[in-house]
Structures are given as structure tokens and as C-alpha cells.
């Protein structure tokens, strides 16, 4: 009887440690109902402004804007629980397709193994102040229509991947060729101007806290302007430009079964090259739902924006303070 | 006798004198106050929004697109002999140089009847009947144009003749010639106004010799048709297109510099296959900076008001008409 009960015992901990474990292929049930089409909204815009400095000193200006917004459907045609694929057809005034995707919460997480590949960062040398530079950043969150609702997992990886010293680029130093260049996360957020994370504002360990098996989504914002440079060549030497906008941001929410209820990117960025000025904003988005309305919007994204409101307000401060 | 004939030479030296002075060539060689080197301005937008409305299944798609490009123009010579100026263009930074005529004669050679208007019309085989197919205002718009206005407008006149054959459309069934004229196509339209006028001869008389603006308004709702293909037919199907009311406005300077060349469009039109698709586009190219963009748009709306207006009008007389009955 004591071996069976340990039998079955160690047969329960395997499963639990299975279904716990992010290569667990077994699958949670599906609740998603085969036939009826999600409705979603999908919003885009793009504002490019670029200046050229003539040689009378006079400025010519281009200016691009152009937003989209459409519906689309996407309809479970069917799911297969063992392959854990979902077939769905999407259908928008432009375009139909049929689709069919992994829909496994392991597969998904197979997709971003650190914070490089959700953080794209590129470094160089700048031989002119001989030091290491950010010379390229992005933040690339990778999302789903239909992901496998097991939460645990999930925030489980996405805690594991806010580690300050996972490396997001690295490279050999040119003057000394036993030397790495290593850029890590934790090097990205102390440099930062600052960073929300989960909605946390420059606080890693309180960002990862709301990590919680409740948790369904994930936000990350972050302000480099001035951190993020790029590089210029003058004729003689490649120059590092700072940009005085940097701003990105990304976030995604999916429902308690495992429906993406949102994904938005945005970023604002402003550069002043020699000759040339450049301002760049883009954003899109896509809303469980249709496409909001003006007035709601999702609380993650806002507060960057008011808490740059809030830095903007206390430098200019600083500097009357200063000046005084 | 000797002091006759010398107030008669001395009139006709003031008759010569006269018309020296009326003829282009005086104009051209007095009053250009373009100046070289410094710097022109010239702004090129370009507004659009798009409505797509798929009632079939309730889908939606909306699209804005503005533009705006800064282009400077540097005068390089003016050459009064061979009627053509140098000048720089600056545009996204980069210069490059041109050479451009800028005589009135070589201006109007350019612009007759079927080079201002483009007209396309095929024979529809469901109504049996010929449609427009497609419509175009293409007036040139130099930056500097000899400033001689009373010729530009006389030359408009002659031009925008009621009676000229603007295209023809071989009968596919008769051997008849359908000749279309471009009173045929005025009198198509629903609603047409010329510098505020509804009439060719309205807009004829108020023309003067010193017009330097010049605005065309054409409702061709329901009078301009789309297509598209049908395999189990072999041929176009023709639809017609249920709004579309276009516009364009030219005006230059006293002194011959392009101020304003803008083309607006109203479309709107369900496509064979359900969609309801609604396009309000505005090009616009003028004189000045980005800031100076807003300050022309009124002219562009001459056309919208005044139906609005001729709408009462229409309506009183119709009830006229049933009293009267």
C-alpha cells in the first residue's frame, strides 16, 4: 500500500512538475469558441518631420503624417488540443487569410529566451571620445491572437528575463582585443533618463513583483534621450549624435482565457544632426473590440509620458534654480 | 499744312508708343521685379482621407495621409531675349539648377482647350450610350510667368469655346462618329461654376484684364463612371460614381509669381462589390513657406457654397412651378 501511495505520489509530482515546467507540452484546455469572429481595431501613425539647414541658413522643411485605422475578424475555424494549433481566418477590408498557429504557451516563450530579443540594443565604439555607445535600440515585444491561458508560466519567464545582467549586445573592444564590450539591462535602466516597467516607474524589483500568477500582459517603457546616439559621418571622423527624443514603449494584455485584448507600440524620437533635423513618432495598436473611442485608453502607457512631464518640470526647476 | 502734319506724326508716334507699350514684349522688358538670388518659397501639400465602409459585414477602414514639402528656388538669370530664367531648386537639401521658359506666348501655347481639360469617354454597352470615363483639370503652374494678364484672360476666352469637339466615340453598332462637345460636357454636369459663375458666359464677361485668379468647380456626380472588369460579360461594366465634385485655382502675382495652384476632390461611390468608399483629397502648391498653407484654402470651397446656396433657389422655383399649375 506505502508503495503504491508513493508510486502515485511521484506520479502526481512529475505531472505537476510537467505541467509547471515551460516545456511541458501538455496543454490547458482551450475556451475559445470556434465560429464567432473576434472583432478587433487596429490603429497605425506615422509623423516624420525633417529640417535641412541651407547654406544661406534658411530652413526647409518636409513633413510627413499619415495615420490608418481598420476592423478586422479573426474566427477560430478550428483547434487541435494535441498539436495545440489554432486555424483562424483574419478578414479585413483589405485582406483575407487563413492561418494556423501554435497557440502553446511553451512554444510562445521559446520566442523570447532573454531581454536581447524583446530589447534589440546596438552599441559601438566611439573612437572620438573613446568610449562605448548606444548606437541602435528598439523594444520588440513579441505577441499572439491566441496564446494558452497558463499565467504561472508565463510570469514566471517574464521575471526570469527582467535580469539586470542579462546581456543585451556585446563586442570586442578594438584597441584591445582580450577586452568585451558588454551592454547589459541592468547597464540600460541606470543609464536611462528613466523606465516603467509593469507600470512601475524606475523600479525593477517592484516592476517584477507585479509579476504575479494573476498577471496577464506586459509593459515596458523607456526614456534614452541622450543615451541613444547616431552616428554622423562629417567627412573626417564619425560623430555619435545624441537624440534629444528617444522615448519607446510597448505593452500587451491578453484576456483570462488567452485572448490578445491589446498591443501597442509607440515610440518619439528627435534628433539634430549637423545639417539635418529630424522628429519621428509612430504608434499603432491593436484594441479587443473594435477601435476605441478617444477617451479610453490603457493606464500602462500613460504613465510615461506624465512621469517625463514630471522630470521635464523638475530639470527646468533645477536649471532656474541654478540660474539663480 | 506743316503743323497738321506734324500733329499727325506726333499722334501717331504716341499710337506707336501706345501699343509698344500693350504688347508683351513691353511688358517683358519693364516690369519684372523678380529678384535674383534671393530666396522663393514654395510649399507642396498634399491631403487625403479615404472611407471604406463594408456593410456586408460591418468592417471599416480609414486612412489620412498629409504632406508637406518646402521647396526654395534661387533666381539665377533672367535672359529677356530668349524668354528663359536659371534658377536653383532646394528640396530635401539637394540643389540642382533649371532652365525655364517663362514667356506669356510660350505659357498659352501650352494651354488649349484639350490640354487644360483631359476627357476620355467610352461607349457604354448597357445603356448603350457614350459616358465619361475619366476627367482631368491640368493647368500648368509656373513659379514666373510674364505678368501679362490681359492676354492670359483673352487667350482663356478664345479657348474655352462651347462648340469645340473635345473627343469622339466611334458607334459600335452604326457607322456614326459621336462627336462630344465641350458645351455637350457643361451641360452634362449637374453644377459647374468658373470664378464663381455658372455660366461659360458668365465667367467669360468677368474675366477682365487684369483677373490673376482663375477658379474651375465641376460637379460630376453621377456623370463620370468607374469600371472594372466582368469575365462572364468579356467587357468593361460601367457604374456611376455618386459624388465627385473637383476643383482648381490658379492665381499668380501682379508681378508673375505662382501664389496658388490647388486641386480639391469630393468622391464618394459604392464598388460593385458592396463597399462604400468616401475620398476627400487636397493638392495644393504655393507661394511661401508652410506657414502660408492655411491662408488659401477658402478658394477651394467656392464651388460647396454655392450649391448650397442654389439649392433654395431651386426649391422656390419648383414650388413655383407646382402653383403654377
Do not use: C
Amino acid at each position: 500500500m506505502k508503495k503504491k501511495a508513493f508510486i502515485s505520489f511521484t506520479a502526481l509530482t512529475l505531472m505537476l512538475a510537467i505541467l509547471l515546467s515551460t516545456t511541458g507540452v501538455s496543454a490547458l484546455e482551450v475556451s475559445w469558441p470556434i465560429g464567432v469572429p473576434y472583432e478587433y481595431g487596429y490603429e497605425e501613425s506615422y509623423y516624420y518631420e525633417t529640417s535641412y539647414i541651407l547654406e544661406d541658413g534658411s530652413v526647409e522643411m518636409k513633413i510627413q503624417d499619415l495615420s490608418n485605422q481598420f476592423t478586422f475578424y479573426t474566427n477560430i475555424t478550428a483547434i487541435n488540443n494535441v498539436t495545440q494549433y489554432v486555424d483562424f481566418d483574419f478578414m479585413s477590408i483589405l485582406s483575407q487569410s487563413h492561418n494556423s498557429l501554435s497557440y502553446s504557451m511553451a512554444n510562445y516563450l521559446i520566442a523570447v529566451p532573454s531581454a536581447a530579443t524583446f530589447l534589440p540594443a546596438f552599441t559601438q565604439w566611439d573612437f572620438l571620445h573613446n568610449e562605448s555607445v548606444l548606437a541602435g535600440f528598439d523594444i520588440t515585444l513579441p505577441a499572439r491572437f491566441f496564446l494558452e491561458p497558463n499565467w504561472t508560466i508565463f510570469n514566471t519567464h517574464y521575471k526570469s528575463l527582467l535580469n539586470t545582467s542579462s546581456v543585451l549586445h556585446s563586442y570586442v573592444n578594438p584597441y584591445n582585443s582580450s577586452k568585451t564590450e558588454v551592454y547589459t539591462l541592468g547597464d540600460l535602466l541606470a543609464e536611462s533618463n528613466s523606465y516603467t516597467i509593469m507600470g512601475v516607474e524606475n523600479d525593477l524589483e517592484a516592476a517584477k513583483a507585479k509579476l504575479t500568477p494573476n498577471n496577464r500582459g506586459f509593459s515596458f517603457s523607456i526614456d534614452v534621450a541622450g543615451i541613444l546616439k547616431y552616428n554622423y559621418y562629417n567627412g573626417t571622423h564619425t560623430l555619435y549624435i545624441s537624440t534629444y527624443k528617444a522615448l519607446f514603449s510597448s505593452s500587451f494584455q491578453f484576456t483570462i482565457d488567452g485572448v490578445l485584448e491589446h498591443y501597442s507600440y509607440s515610440f518619439d524620437f528627435g534628433i539634430n544632426y549637423p545639417k539635418v533635423s529630424q522628429i519621428a513618432i509612430q504608434n499603432y495598436a491593436y484594441t479587443l473590440g473594435g477601435i476605441p473611442s478617444e477617451s479610453s485608453s490603457f493606464p500602462s502607457l500613460i504613465v510615461v509620458p506624465t512621469a517625463l512631464a514630471t522630470i521635464l518640470l523638475i530639470v527646468i526647476i533645477r536649471k532656474e534654480k541654478k540660474k539663480v | 499744312m506743316n503743323q497738321l502734319k506734324r500733329i499727325w506724326l506726333f499722334l501717331q508716334t504716341i499710337g506707336i508708343i501706345a501699343i509698344f507699350l500693350q504688347s508683351p514684349f513691353a511688358t517683358a522688358s519693364s516690369s519684372y521685379n523678380w529678384e535674383l538670388i534671393y530666396p522663393y518659397f514654395f510649399t507642396q501639400s498634399v491631403e487625403e482621407k479615404t472611407h471604406i465602409l463594408d456593410t456586408s459585414n460591418n468592417l471599416i477602414q480609414d486612412s489620412s495621409m498629409n504632406t508637406i514639402n518646402e521647396l526654395v528656388v534661387n533666381l539665377t538669370s533672367i535672359d529677356l531675349n530668349s524668354g528663359k530664367i536659371t534658377y536653383s531648386l532646394t528640396t530635401s537639401g539637394i540643389t540642382l539648377p533649371y532652365i525655364a521658359d517663362f514667356l506669356m506666348n510660350d505659357y498659352l501655347a501650352e494651354n488649349m482647350l484639350t490640354n487644360l481639360f483631359s476627357f476620355f469617354y467610352t461607349w457604354d454597352y448597357d445603356q448603350n450610350t457614350t459616358v465619361l470615363s475619366s476627367f482631368a483639370l491640368n493647368f500648368d503652374a509656373w513659379y514666373f510667368l510674364e505678368p501679362n494678364w490681359p492676354a492670359f484672360n483673352d487667350h482663356l476666352k478664345m479657348i474655352l469655346n462651347a462648340s469645340e469637339v473635345i473627343y469622339q466615340v466611334s458607334d459600335p453598332y452604326e457607322p456614326i462618329i459621336h462627336n462630344i462637345t465641350f458645351g455637350d460636357f457643361l451641360a452634362s454636369l449637374p453644377a459647374y461654376s468658373f470664378n464663381g459663375k455658372s455660366t461659360l458666359d458668365g465667367f467669360k464677361t468677368q474675366l477682365k484684364s487684369t483677373t490673376r485668379q482663375w477658379t474651375f468647380s465641376f460637379d460630376l456626380s453621377n456623370v463620370l463612371y468607374d469600371s472594372y472588369y466582368n469575365l462572364t460579360l468579356g467587357r468593361f461594366v460601367f457604374f456611376p460614381i455618386t459624388k465627385y465634385e473637383t476643383s482648381y485655382s490658379l492665381e499668380y502675382s501682379k508681378d508673375g509669381i505662382m501664389q496658388e495652384n490647388a486641386y480639391s476632390l469630393k468622391m464618394a461611390f459604392t464598388s460593385p462589390d458592396g463597399k462604400q468608399i468616401t475620398i476627400d483629397r487636397i493638392d495644393k502648391y504655393i507661394f511661401g513657406s508652410k506657414e502660408s498653407l492655411s491662408a488659401g484654402l477658402a478658394i477651394l470651397f467656392v464651388f460647396p457654397a454655392l450649391l448650397v446656396s442654389a439649392l433654395p433657389m431651386l426649391l422656390k422655383k419648383s414650388k413655383g412651378v407646382n402653383r403654377s399649375k
